[in-house]
């Protein structure tokens, strides 16, 4: 996965490199106007006021401030162009005839560029006296060198151009690692949920065969009791196929979907079976794993309490300690055995992990009076919680 991934991030990466510098829109074009506008407005301001003349007096501003605005716009035309040459060419320093290249288109645009203002210059101060006369002459903008100040310009919009690269690929890789990780966090959560289907998937099996064991037990001792356990195995049933897709409940409907299964494993136990069960309003009110109490009952009642001396009791209770929901499951039994956890708490214990990760656990120890405690804890939270964050988000 992590590869497709990183084949994925490639991909659009430079698919979106491509849509980004394929074109400039109207938008930066606009700066790249506004840009040169301003610079030529400098440049026409130092004319317009040039400490040679007297006591800073205006000197003959019009046809200079024009010339100005000239070639400025002139460099706004041509800048677009260059971005684009940057983005056909990388840079490469590795790469002398691609840097070759560049400077030699650079040098032809500065020469154009002079020869144009050359032109301009003639067509707009052509009555205006000269110590020397204008004449249009490409060999002394060639040979002379007189292009080498726009070669300098064009040299600053190329690197420009690159910068302005640079910074379109590092946003567009920031745009798309961001895309990445909430479509990576999309799929944990997939992940998560397809686990914890996996889980619930995995328990039912048992806790339905466990069942069906504990009524096939009582076929012909107790054939009225058997008709009570199939009712309420029925009603059992249809609760978890109605709270399927709930990863969390509240404690109030956990304990009214165990005080069912309680129901069945008395008429098991004929008499011998005492189950208390002492929560609170707020504990009541606490969102629990789907299912998550019933494993726990189960291996208190099948490992403890149908093994005790006398009458088999089950203590359940539960409260609200600090940030936490504790719910406690004690038996009668004989203590804790070395054979292990089942498949029931194994899967309760993947389940917490999964849901809530470290903060969650479960215990199981051996108090002084014996039997087993086990002790549930999960993260205090109610529905009414949820659905704040939920707006607040």
Request: proline share 4%; aromatic share 8%; charged share 20%.
């Amino acid at each position: 996965m992590q590869r497709g991934l990183k084949l994925a991030s490639s991909t659009a990466v430079s698919n979106a490199e491509r849509s980004t510098y394929a074109r400039i829109g109207s938008r930066e074009l606009l700066l790249i106007f506004a840009f040169w506008t301003f610079i030529a407005t400098l440049s026409a301001v130092n004319r317009a006021l040039d400490p040679r003349g007297f006591g800073f007096q205006l000197s003959s501003p019009a046809g200079p401030i024009a010339l100005e605005y000239i070639e400025s716009w002139l460099w706004a035309v041509i800048t677009p162009g260059v971005f684009l040459l940057t983005q056909r060419f990388p840079f490469d320093r590795s790469r002398w005839v691609r840097i070759a290249a560049l400077l030699l288109i650079g040098i032809a645009i500065a020469i154009a560029v002079d020869l144009t203002m050359d032109m301009a210059r003639i067509a707009i101060l052509a009555g205006v006296p000269s110590r020397r006369p204008r004449v249009f002459s490409p060999r002394d903008a060639i040979f002379r060198l007189r292009f080498v100040n726009q070669l300098i310009v064009y040299l600053a919009v190329l690197i420009a151009g690159y910068a302005r690269n640079f910074y379109l690929r590092d946003l567009t890789r920031q745009r798309e690692a961001v895309a990445l990780e909430a479509r990576a966090s999309e799929l944990q959560a997939q992940l998560a949920a397809a686990r914890l289907d996996a889980l619930r998937m995995q328990l039912n099996p048992h806790f339905l065969f466990n069942t069906l064991h504990a009524v096939s037990a009582l076929v012909e001792r107790d054939p009225s009791g058997v008709r009570k356990m199939i009712a309420r195995l029925s009603e059992l049933l249809r609760h978890t196929i109605e709270a399927r897709g709930a990863d969390e409940v509240p404690l109030r409907d956990e304990l009214e979907f165990l005080r069912r299964y309680i129901e069945i494993m008395e008429i098991r136990f004929q008499g011998r079976l005492t189950v208390t069960v002492n929560a609170g309003d707020r504990a009541m009110d606490a969102l629990v794993p789907n299912l998550i109490l019933q494993p726990i009952v189960e291996n208190a009642l099948e490992h403890g309490a149908s093994r005790a001396s006398g009458r088999g009791e089950v203590a359940i209770d539960a409260k609200v300690d600090g940030d936490d929901l504790v719910v406690t499951v004690q038996d009668n039994g004989p203590g804790l055995s070395s054979t292990g956890e089942g498949v029931g708490l194994s899967n309760t214990k993947a389940r917490l992990d999964q849901l809530y990760g470290d903060p969650a656990s479960l215990t199981l120890t051996s108090p002084s009076g014996g039997g087993v405690l086990a002790t549930l804890r999960v993260p205090y939270h109610t529905a009414a919680d949820l659905r704040t964050r939920a707006s607040h988000a």
